[in-house]
Structures are given as C-alpha cells and as structure tokens.
C-alpha cells in the first residue's frame, strides 16, 4: 500500500472503541486525527522533558507518534474487545513491513513498538492521552465511554512511570487543565 492509500483509508477510518459504545461514525474520531493529536501532544511533552534536562529530540517523538497508527491502513483498528493481545501486536508489525513507505518511517514504528527510547515512551504517553482528551470530549456529549478515559489515562500514568517522565506527565496535565 502505497502513502498515498495510506493516508485516504486513514482519513476515512473511524477509531473502532467510539463506534463500539454508539459515538456515530459521522462523529467519531478518525485515525489520521488521533495520530495529529498524539503527534502535537508528543511533540509538547518533548519539549518539556528537554527544559526538565531530559536527553529527547522532540521532532523524533513528535515524528513516531505521527506513524504509531499507520499499519491501521491495512488492517483496520483492531479493538482491544477482540482479545487478540501479541496477536495483534504480530499483525501490526507485519501490516506495517507491507507499507511502500521509505524505510525511516519503518524504523520509527519499530522503536514506538519496543518503546526503545525516550522518544517512543513519550509517543506512547501521547497516544494514550490523545485517546483520554477525545474520551473526555465524548462524555461532555453524553456518550458513555468512560471505560476508554480511564483506561487511556491509567496506561499513560503507568508509561510515564515505566519511562522516567512521570513528572513530565504532571507538568504537562497541570498545564492542560490550567489553560
């Protein structure tokens, strides 16, 4: 599949977890917008962590956050309802090998997946909140998916804290809800 494919089927591909608790289609997040969102929210984390002394090139976590999503072109999301654990991790990896995209953008993925760097680790956090701040928007129109905002926020905690940037995390949510 080619880039251009890539990005037509992830312009049009709703993420799976709002359609399955009844946020419509017409209304659900899209893909290439949670991979935005984690990409923007990567980038701001990275930028913290470096003023915190923290060795990170922002550009970089920004960049694999950007791409984390992408191997969804050909496989669709796939639902953590589907219980397909290292499965699905197996079928991400090899529907992302498929992709006819430069080889850069295969090694990015590789390291969000091994979550290798300080870079991957602050791209996972990002994808993990960039589902909380949508999950958060959803509730605020009455659609439940609560269990989505719980869980998208304990696994960005549990990340940060896995990762070293746990008060990176906190600096970053104090200025969130300030703002």
């Given at each position: 599949?080619?880039?251009?494919?890539?990005?037509?089927?992830?312009?049009?591909?709703?993420?799976?977890?709002?359609?399955?608790?009844?946020v419509?289609?017409?209304v659900?997040?899209?893909v290439s917008?949670?991979l935005?969102?984690?990409?923007?929210?990567?980038?701001?984390?990275?930028?913290?962590?470096?003023?915190?002394?923290?060795?990170?090139?922002?550009?970089r976590?920004?960049a694999i956050?950007?791409?984390?999503?992408?191997?969804?072109?050909?496989?669709?999301?796939?639902?953590?309802?589907?219980?397909?654990?290292?499965?699905?991790?197996?079928?991400?990896?090899?529907?992302?090998?498929?992709?006819?995209?430069?080889e850069?953008?295969?090694d990015?993925?590789?390291?969000?997946?091994?979550g290798?760097?300080?870079?991957?680790?602050i791209?996972?956090?990002?994808?993990?909140?960039?589902?909380?701040?949508?999950?958060?928007?959803?509730?605020?129109?009455?659609?439940?998916?609560?269990?989505?905002?719980?869980?998208?926020?304990?696994?960005?905690?549990?990340?940060?804290?896995?990762?070293?940037?746990?008060?990176?995390?906190?600096?970053?949510?104090s200025?969130?809800?300030?703002?």
């Open positions: 599949m080619k880039l251009y494919e890539v990005l037509t089927a992830l312009s049009s591909l709703a993420r799976t977890g709002w359609m399955l608790r009844g419509p289609h017409a659900a997040e899209s917008e949670h935005f969102a984690s990409a923007l929210i990567a980038y701001e984390i990275a930028l913290l962590a470096r003023k915190r002394g923290i060795p990170v090139e922002p550009e976590a920004m956050a950007l791409v984390h999503d992408l191997a969804e072109a050909v496989i669709g999301d796939i639902s953590k309802r589907a219980g397909l654990g290292e499965e699905k991790e197996r079928i991400e990896r090899e529907a992302f090998e498929s992709l006819e995209v430069e850069e953008l295969k990015l993925h590789r390291e969000y997946a091994k290798s760097s300080t870079e991957a680790i791209a996972r956090v990002a994808d993990s909140l960039a589902t909380y701040l949508v999950a958060t928007r959803y509730m605020a129109l009455g659609y439940r998916v609560d269990d989505i905002a719980q869980g998208s926020i304990e696994k960005a905690w549990q990340v940060a804290r896995e990762g070293a940037v746990e008060e990176v995390l906190k600096e970053f949510l200025r969130l809800s300030s703002r």
